[in-house]
């Protein structure tokens, strides 16, 4: 079975501080993609980036970063600079399987908000 | 990017009244669709899987008889929330997989959120 545990509910910080979400995830299939995603209060998921089990190298994007780290089953969201704009819930998403034919289970969400 | 709506993005409805929730795929088209159901502060649950001309795959918990699901073509699916009660106020999404590329991508729709009185 598979599981995804944020064990951050809610996180707090001012403006321009950086901040990490925690994602630990739990798969026997050796095939797997990882997930994040933003829900701002529209309620609409936005999608963030979609990891493969195969590709451990760390991403960034803009001041947003990943770091996928199989051995501990983690795979951790950074926001470096945090802006109020990034106030949102976060969920980290697992899909196992070739071409994560298997259903995404999500976390239970991380409530980040940011303060001026 | 694909596109996925739903419509209404809000409703609110009387006990015990029947509500509608449809789900389109806009440039592409999804043999399989997924209906998401998300409480207050709480993370998205597999409501479904809806299949393009067969029946629906149910999680554990969820009574069938009560959402009822159907997907009759390629881009829309729906689902139909029997005597609703206020218990079932929530926000549903659905999502699209577009099967179309090297990953089987999920798009989601933008949500709807459902207030019974």
């Known amino acids: 079975a598979q599981k995804v545990t944020q064990a951050q509910t809610e996180i707090s910080v001012v403006e321009k501080e950086d901040v990490t979400l925690d994602c630990v995830y739990e798969?026997?299939?050796?095939?797997?993609?990882l997930f994040w995603y933003k829900q701002p209060p529209s309620g609409e998921l936005v999608f963030l980036i979609r990891r493969n089990s195969f590709d451990e190298q760390n991403e960034i994007s803009g001041r947003y970063s990943w770091n996928f780290q199989k051995s501990t089953s983690s795979f951790n969201f950074t926001i470096t600079a945090s802006q109020v704009v990034d106030s949102a819930v976060y969920f980290c998403?697992?899909?196992?399987?070739?071409?994560?034919?298997?259903?995404?289970?999500f976390g239970q969400g991380t409530r980040l908000t940011i303060n001026p | 990017g694909a596109v996925v709506s739903q419509h209404p993005s809000r409703v609110i409805c009387k006990s015990g009244t029947s509500v509608k929730i449809e789900c389109r795929s806009l440039?592409?088209?999804?043999?399989?669709m997924f209906w998401y159901r998300q409480f207050p502060k709480q993370s998205l649950m597999l409501m479904a899987t809806s299949n393009e001309g067969s029946k629906a795959t149910y999680e554990q918990g969820v009574e069938k008889d009560k959402f009822l699901i159907n997907h009759a073509s390629l881009t829309l699916s729906t689902l139909t929330v029997t005597s609703a009660h206020p218990e079932d106020s929530s926000f549903y999404i659905c999502?699209?997989?577009?099967?179309?590329?090297?990953?089987?991508?999920?798009?989601f729709g933008p949500g709807t959120r459902l207030t019974v009185l």
């Open positions: 998403a697992l899909s196992a399987g070739i071409q994560g034919a298997q259903k995404l289970v």
């Open positions: 798969t026997r299939d050796t095939t797997y993609y």
């Open positions: 999502s699209a997989r577009d099967e179309g590329g090297s990953y089987n991508e999920q798009f």
């Open positions: 440039d592409f088209q999804a043999t399989t």
